[in-house]
């Protein structure tokens, strides 16, 4: 059974940083592309960050760019999104996403595992 697990999110002022990690247990990543997903209240999921972890290709959603990075640590089946300069409409709960079908990253479809999600909320 695989499992992931987000972690880091928390209350921050607007222009502050925080780091998120997703880790999997029963799985590997080391072969896979992680996704990172948001979802703000009253708003459907959507695509923020993506890496491939086999040729560490990443994609980022255009309002992410240049604040957020997305990494991995293979010696610790961690995938983290560091992110910076964090604005109110950063708000919502961060989800990390493994077992990529193919095609596009940016979709939440090609995806077969997700985890339970943390918070992000900024105040300003």
């Known amino acids: 059974q695989v499992q992931l697990g987000e972690s880091g999110g928390g209350l921050v002022q607007a222009g502050g940083s925080l780091r998120l990690s997703c880790t999997a247990s029963?799985?590997?990543?080391?072969?896979?592309?992680v996704g990172w997903f948001r979802q703000a209240p009253g708003t459907e999921r959507e695509f923020v960050a993506a890496?491939?972890?086999?040729?560490?290709?990443?994609w980022y959603q255009d309002s992410v760019k240049g604040r957020f990075t997305v990494s991995a640590d293979s010696t610790k089946n961690t995938v983290f999104l560091q992110m910076n300069s964090l604005k109110p409409e950063d708000l919502a709960v961060y989800y990390c996403?493994?077992?990529?079908?193919?095609?596009?990253?940016?979709?939440?479809?090609?995806?077969?595992?997700w985890g339970q999600g943390t918070q992000v909320t900024v105040s300003s």
């Open positions: 996403a493994a077992g990529y079908f193919g095609g596009a990253p940016n979709r939440p479809g090609t995806y077969k595992y």
């Open positions: 029963g799985s590997t990543f080391s072969r896979d592309v």
């Open positions: 890496i491939d972890c086999i040729s560490g290709n990443v």
